[in-house]
């Protein structure tokens, strides 16, 4: 018989009786197993503590000491490894068997017996510990794959974060007015970090450049592609080569670039590939301190929401292709006039497609009603009640996309410093 890996550790036979403890001792050292031997409790406590056997085979009664005592001393007493104890018992003690389970004791080798059946109880032992001792070290296994998972797991929810606080910084930071601009915002991204990002700047003395883009997708990707879109918009290079032309006339001006040439670069610059299969929609405008013009492309973006002073909400735009789908994209501009307390607003696919439980989507309706509804109320308080009333209407904190919105309003005077 070939000794089990497990062997390494030996089998304590303790029995008073010499002639069944010699008879145990030599098959089992013929099937290969390592044994020890013990003729009282004491030797047999000791063996315990010396050779830490894996298995024990222990007579029901042996002088001074019940079987009982002897389960529950291997059970009080237990190392690091588990040690199986079979009793061998008298068949007139049938009836005690259910208090030596309980005790502790594993299986019965009814007297007499044959070494036939001896050497099968070993293996059904052997069966059970590897079984055991397999599942032990599968549980280790596993724990050690949670502790590496927990650890990435807080890796990237750091990294996460991080990337959360960059986007975020790339938001406009309060609102203001800018050149008799009211601007404010709403975001709620659908996870730590969304694709959507806007923001707005002033491009001279004149003219203030705004613009809300949604990448195509959630989470980490989309938002590193909006943070890159959102970085080229603000850099100064392209601020310089793009957004104003560079033309400088007699008087010395620079001349602002217009939407649709700023969109056509956007489009060079971000086209999909197979490495990167992204796009974004987005609204690029400019608006114009003297009489209030905004001129925009409308990039596969939702229409522009445009909120007169004296009349109700209505759409505004021309649609178009996203920004890098497709090489050599048309895009069409879009020109519009503000007048002292008028609204226009850009906003993502995730507020009109937001459904609530019954699967009912906000819808494009719902929201210019809630605009037209809502326009007595200033910008910064109209944010947080539509906010309210999306997490109210969609039943949960939990939004299937980003949730975004870039507001602005002409006043109906200039104030402040940025006049």
Not at 26 to 32: F, K, Y
Not at 252 to 274: H, I, K, T, Y
């Amino acid at each position: 018989m070939q000794k089990p890996a497990q062997d390494t550790r030996p089998i304590l036979v303790a029995s008073h009786d010499h002639r069944i403890r010699d008879l145990l001792l030599r098959n089992l050292e013929e099937w290969g197993y390592r044994t020890v031997g013990a003729a009282s409790p004491q030797e047999a406590k000791a063996a315990l503590k010396e050779h830490r056997p894996w298995l024990v085979l222990a007579d029901w009664e042996m002088p001074g000491c019940q079987g009982l005592e002897l389960c529950a001393h291997i059970r009080e007493n237990r190392g690091p490894f588990y040690v199986y104890l079979i009793l061998l018992t008298p068949r007139d003690h049938k009836d005690k068997l259910i208090a030596a389970m309980e005790a502790g004791a594993d299986d019965f080798i009814l007297e007499p017996f044959g070494v036939e059946e001896v050497q099968a109880r070993i293996k059904s032992a052997q069966r059970i510990l590897d079984l055991e001792k397999r599942l032990a070290q599968r549980n280790e296994e596993l724990e050690e794959t949670n502790r590496r998972l927990r650890f990435a797991h807080e890796v990237i929810t750091k990294d996460v974060e991080a990337a959360a606080r960059i986007q975020q910084s790339l938001l406009p930071s309060c609102t203001e007015a800018l050149y008799g601009f009211w601007f404010e915002s709403l975001f709620i991204p659908c996870q730590v970090v969304g694709g959507d990002i806007f923001n707005y700047f002033a491009l001279d003395a004149e003219t203030i450049a705004f613009y809300h883009l949604d990448v195509s997708g959630h989470g980490i990707p989309a938002a590193m592609m909006s943070v890159a879109v959102s970085k080229t918009l603000s850099s100064l290079p392209f601020h310089e080569a793009l957004i104003r032309n560079g033309t400088v006339g007699q008087e010395g001006a620079s001349q602002v670039l217009s939407p649709v040439s700023v969109v056509r670069e956007l489009d060079l610059l971000f086209q999909s590939n197979e490495a990167v299969e992204q796009y974004f929609t987005m609204v690029y405008g400019t608006v114009a301190k003297g009489n209030g013009e905004v001129r925009f492309v409308q990039a596969g973006h939702p229409y522009p929401i445009y909120l007169p002073a004296a009349s109700d909400a209505r759409l505004v735009g021309s649609g178009g292709l996203p920004v890098g789908l497709v090489p050599q994209a048309d895009f069409t501009e879009t020109t519009l006039a503000l007048s002292p307390g008028d609204r226009l607003f850009l906003y993502s696919d995730g507020i009109v497609d937001c459904t609530n439980p019954d699967g009912e989507r906000f819808s494009m309706q719902r929201l210019q009603f809630f605009l037209t509804d809502q326009r007595d109320l200033a910008l910064p308080d109209l944010m947080r009640k539509l906010g309210k009333e999306l997490y109210r209407f969609h039943g949960n904190e939990n939004f299937e996309d980003d949730i975004s919105m870039l507001a602005l309003e002409r006043r109906s005077e200039v104030r402040g410093e940025n006049k």
